[in-house]
């Protein structure tokens, strides 16, 4: 994969670990975070969902990975805030 998307993916997925200290990352996060990804990726592209690859990434620009990034990071605390307790640590 592309270095820029797994990096783009760790740093939202620690900032929000980091200030959501009483559940911190649990395992399936990043399974909430992938479809904010797409949506983004495609937004940014202006691509058809089926021409979305690896080649998409090419015409990014750092700036537009950023805005990505910052989009995923608040719609996934949106998203997490109203289902925050099935992301608490030790719940069954």
């Given at each position: 994969?592309?270095l820029r998307i797994r990096g783009l993916?760790?740093?939202?997925?620690?900032?929000?670990?980091?200030?959501?200290?009483?559940?911190?990352?649990?395992?399936?996060?990043?399974?909430?975070?992938?479809?904010?990804?797409?949506?983004?990726?495609?937004?940014?592209?202006?691509?058809?969902?089926?021409?979305?690859?690896?080649?998409?990434?090419?015409?990014l620009s750092e700036e537009d990975l950023?805005?990505?990034?910052?989009?995923?990071?608040?719609?996934?605390?949106?998203?997490?805030?109203?289902?925050?307790?099935?992301?608490?640590?030790g719940q069954p």
């Amino acid at each position: 994969g592309d270095l820029r998307i797994r990096g783009l993916m760790e740093r939202v997925l620690f900032v929000w670990a980091v200030r959501q200290p009483a559940s911190g990352y649990v395992q399936g996060l990043n399974d909430v975070l992938t479809p904010l990804l797409v949506v983004g990726l495609l937004d940014a592209s202006g691509v058809p969902i089926e021409a979305l690859d690896a080649s998409v990434l090419e015409n990014l620009s750092e700036e537009d990975l950023g805005g990505i990034e910052a989009d995923c990071y608040w719609c996934l605390t949106k998203i997490l805030s109203e289902i925050f307790d099935h992301y608490t640590h030790g719940q069954p």
